[in-house]
Antibody, heavy 116, light 107 residues
Framework: EVQLVESGGGLVQPGGSLRLSCAPSGLTVSINYMSWVRQAPGKGLEWVSVIYSGGRTYYADSVKGRFTISRDNSKNTWHLQMNSLRVEDTAVYYC??????????WGQGTLVTVSS | YVLTQPPSVSVAPGKTARITCGGNNIGSKSVHWYQQKPGQAPVLVIYHDSDRPSGIPERFSGSNSGNTATLTISWVEAGDEADYYCQVWDSSSDHLVFGGGTKLTVL
């Protein structure tokens, strides 16, 4: 069974930075894309960013220019570098992957709290 | 690209629940559906409009045509109570889009 494990969440002040990580375990298929999806308290799912195996990246308008998605091939780990954090970035962040555009693999989520 | 879902749907046990997802010409896109229970990560229940991942009961089915995609849950059980989200990839903006979510209540 494929599992994705996130880490790196925590409390940060507005304007600060945080780097989230996502590592798969039990993987028997290649990961062709990895997205970050967030969920603010009591709200719905919001897509943040995606990276494809070829290196293409895309971002939601709300984070473009502040967040950077990347992959460390040597460690088979994906990252989300979050800079210039705002209070409205407070959410549980999930990494997710799957097949043919769907997301059948999700991490357990990591909480990011932006507050002074 | 905007996906519109009803905020809530209520259904009695044993009945059929239908959750809609509206979008401009959504029938031309591939729609995926997720179930999320409180405190848990989302679970894929339907992909590519109507396919079921392994382990998802046959009670869950999907359809997609015109401007509306529909998730149908037959013989609803108490354990189906959850939030449900539709999702597409919008190639015109290169953005992944989720619907606002529908809270399914089993009466």
């Amino acid at each position: 069974e494929v599992q994705l494990v996130e880490s790196g969440g925590g409390l940060v002040q507005p304007g600060g930075s945080l780097r989230l990580s996502c590592a798969p375990s039990g993987l028997t298929v290649s990961i062709n894309y990895m997205s970050w999806v967030r969920q603010a308290p009591g709200k719905g799912l919001e897509w943040v960013s995606v990276i494809y195996s070829g290196g293409r990246t895309y971002y939601a308008d709300s984070v473009k220019g502040r967040f950077t998605i990347s992959r460390d091939n040597s460690k088979n780990t994906w990252h989300l570098q979050m800079n210039s954090l705002r209070v409205e970035d407070t959410a549980v962040y999930y990494c997710a992957s799957g097949i043919s555009g769907s997301y059948g693999y999700w991490g357990q989520g990591t909480l990011v709290t932006v507050s002074s | 690209y905007v996906l519109t879902q009803p905020p809530s749907v209520s259904v009695a046990p044993g009945k059929t629940a239908r959750i809609t997802c509206g979008g401009n010409n959504i029938g031309s896109k591939s729609v995926h559906w997720y179930q999320q229970k409180p405190g848990q990560a989302p679970v894929l229940v339907i992909y590519h409009d109507s396919d079921r991942p392994s382990g998802i009961p046959e009670r869950f089915s999907g359809s997609n045509s015109g401007n509306t995609a529909t998730l149908t849950i037959s013989w609803v059980e108490a354990g189906d109570e959850a939030d449900y989200y539709c999702q597409v990839w919008d190639s015109s903006s290169d953005h992944l889009v989720f619907g606002g979510g529908t809270k399914l209540t089993v009466l």
